[in-house]
């Protein structure tokens, strides 16, 4: 089994277009990405910490109403 990483800003992005999500938008403090009609802010770091991550993914899983496991994650790179 894979372990979670810290991620670059660019792969994050291009992990989520995977996922089904479209932007990233300019916004007013931060970019987002849009899934249907959920908007994900994306913070504006060049990399995002353990916890950081954690937290996005956590948003994102809610608004896909499913659970996105290490490997599945990993595998979307």
Excluded: D
């Excluded at 894979?2 to 291009?14: E, F, T, V």
């Excluded at 938008?25 to 954690?54: A, C, D």
């Amino acid at each position: 089994m894979k372990q979670w990483h810290p991620c670059k800003r660019r792969i994050l992005i291009k992990r989520l277009r995977k996922l089904g999500f479209n932007g990233p938008f300019s916004g007013t403090h931060h970019q987002f990405m849009v899934f249907g009609y959920h908007r994900l802010s994306i913070p504006s770091n060049t990399e995002y910490s353990l916890p950081q991550l954690r937290m996005i993914l956590n948003e994102v899983e809610s608004i896909l109403e499913r659970s996105i496991t290490a490997n599945e994650w990993n595998s979307l790179a």
